[in-house]
C-alpha cells in the first residue's frame, strides 16, 4: 500500500528538507509509480538513493515516525 502523500522531486533541495528522523520513505518512477517503501532514518536514506541512483527513483514521499520501532511498524502496516 501507498503512502498517502505528495510526491516531491527527488533532488537535492528535497533531501535537504527532507527530516533527520525515522520514518516511512516511497520512492517512485516519473509516473508516480511506485518502486520501494522502506524504513530508515528519512534524510539518510534518501540521500544514499539520491547519490548512488536508486533504479528509476524521481520522486518521494515520506511520513515521520515516533521511534526506529514505529517505523518499523509503519512499514509492515503499509506492505500487508
Given at each position: 500500500?501507498?503512502?498517502?502523500k505528495p510526491w516531491r522531486d527527488l533532488d537535492r533541495s528535497?533531501?535537504?528538507a527532507a527530516p533527520d528522523a525515522p520514518g516511512v520513505y516511497e520512492l517512485g518512477d516519473a509516473d508516480g509509480e511506485?518502486?520501494?517503501?522502506?524504513?530508515?532514518?528519512?534524510?539518510?536514506?534518501?540521500?544514499e538513493a539520491l547519490a548512488y541512483g536508486d533504479g528509476e527513483a524521481a520522486q518521494v514521499r515520506w511520513t515521520v515516525a515516533?521511534?526506529?520501532?514505529?517505523?518499523?511498524?509503519?512499514?509492515?502496516e503499509h506492505e500487508g
Open positions: 500500500m501507498s503512502l498517502r528535497t533531501v535537504a511506485s518502486l520501494r517503501i522502506d524504513s530508515g532514518i528519512v534524510r539518510d536514506e534518501l540521500k515516533q521511534s526506529r520501532d514505529h517505523a518499523d511498524r509503519l512499514l509492515r
